[in-house]
């Protein structure tokens, strides 16, 4: 009886939450709108609405200027914030998790398909009184409210930064990790929220 109330008792450890991106376009080119008119219809918002689409749009791979050829292209790409674009052999292997979270949008690249992965999971779970903002007023860093942040494995975005970010708890971090090891996928990557840490000056 006292081990059960001990059990009943344990704390709850509160899931940590990660940024999930695609890879850095220092390694892999990006994607690119075929047409401006495009993303300006709002067919690739990112606010975290279910989308319809009612033709293919087109992408293309990105090509530095003064460059012939691009970078190599990764499994998942970038293309817009808030949103991952990837390849048939990445949905493949993620799909099956994350097609609980947000809806998979055929685009047209080259005459392959590429998809555009849509989180319209919603959660509610910044806490704007403690999280840094821009002079603009925009979220910088956030802070998360402890009891709202998922403890089973997830992927979600918050209304205040849909447009901008997905997030991932510690468990859906671990079961996507297991997914892209296992897949040999390139183009993923959990980072912490907020901006990247300031490099140190380099000494005199």
């Keep these: 009886m006292k081990a059960a109330m001990t059990t009943s008792h344990a704390k709850t450890v509160t899931p940590e939450v990660w940024e999930l991106r695609s890879g850095s376009v220092n390694d892999y080119a990006p994607l690119v709108f075929a047409h401006e008119e495009d993303m300006e219809s709002g067919m690739f918002d990112a606010s975290g609405i279910r989308?319809?689409?009612?033709?293919?749009p087109r992408v293309e791979v990105f090509v530095e200027p003064g460059k012939k050829k691009p970078k190599s292209l990764a499994d998942v790409s970038a293309l817009t914030p808030g949103a991952l674009a990837m390849n048939d052999e990445a949905k493949a292997a993620l799909e099956p998790?994350?097609?609980?979270?947000?809806?998979?949008?055929?685009?047209?690249?080259?005459?392959?398909?590429?998809?555009?992965?849509?989180?319209?999971?919603?959660?509610?779970?910044?806490?704007?009184?403690?999280?840094?903002?821009?002079?603009s007023g925009s979220i910088v860093k956030e802070a998360f409210f402890e009891h709202a942040v998922p403890?089973?494995?997830?992927?979600?975005?918050?209304?205040?930064?849909?447009?901008?970010?997905?997030?991932?708890?510690?468990?859906?971090?671990?079961?996507?990790?297991?997914?892209?090891?296992?897949?040999?996928?390139?183009?993923?990557?959990?980072?912490?929220?907020?901006?990247?840490?300031?490099?140190?000056?380099?000494?005199?």
């Design 51 to 56: 989308l319809t689409w009612p033709t293919r």
């Design 97 to 135: 998790f994350l097609s609980a979270f947000g809806q998979f949008l055929a685009m047209d690249c080259g005459g392959q398909t590429r998809w555009f992965y849509n989180v319209t999971n919603l959660i509610p779970c910044i806490d704007e009184s403690r999280s840094t903002r821009r002079p």
């Design 151 to 204: 403890v089973e494995p997830a992927v979600f975005k918050d209304p205040l930064t849909a447009a901008a970010s997905i997030y991932v708890n510690d468990a859906g971090k671990a079961a996507l990790e297991k997914i892209v090891a296992e897949a040999a996928i390139a183009g993923v990557a959990f980072v912490e929220p907020g901006p990247l840490p300031k490099k140190p000056r380099p000494r005199s």
